[in-house]
């Protein structure tokens, strides 16, 4: 079974910049497209960013795009996500997410595994 978990949470200024990571067991980690995901308060959950097997493509949200970098590091069953430029509006659960599919989606119900969420807040 898969279980991905993330760290790497906070809270932050307007402007500051933290760096989520996504640790993965019991699967092959190289094998899946990897994604971040947000939730805010009483607003439903929303695509940020994705990376594909090779890390040969990336994916962005525009509202993140040119602020935050998805990577990963096959041989160490990671995923990261530096957001840089932080903004209030950032403010949300950040969920690590696992698709076995091919593409590289935006789509929530692409991905088959999904980590529990760690806490980011931006005050302004």
């Known amino acids: 079974q898969v279980q991905l978990v993330e760290s790497g949470g906070g809270l932050v200024h307007t402007g500051g910049s933290l760096r989520l990571s996504c640790a993965a067991s019991?699967?092959?980690?190289?094998?899946?497209?990897m994604g971040w995901f947000r939730q805010a308060p009483g607003k439903g959950r929303e695509f940020v960013a994705a990376?594909?097997?090779?890390?040969?493509?990336?994916r962005y949200d525009d509202s993140v795009k040119g602020r935050f970098t998805i990577s990963r590091d096959n041989a160490k069953n990671t995923v990261h996500l530096q957001m840089n430029t932080l903004k209030p509006e950032d403010t949300a659960v950040y969920y690590c997410?696992?698709?076995?599919?091919?593409?590289?989606?935006?789509?929530?119900?692409?991905?088959?595994?999904w980590g529990q969420g760690t806490q980011v807040t931006v005050s302004s």
């Open positions: 997410a696992a698709s076995q599919g091919v593409a590289v989606t935006t789509a929530i119900v692409a991905y088959d595994h």
């Open positions: 019991g699967g092959t980690f190289s094998s899946f497209v």
């Open positions: 990376i594909s097997r090779s890390s040969y493509t990336t």
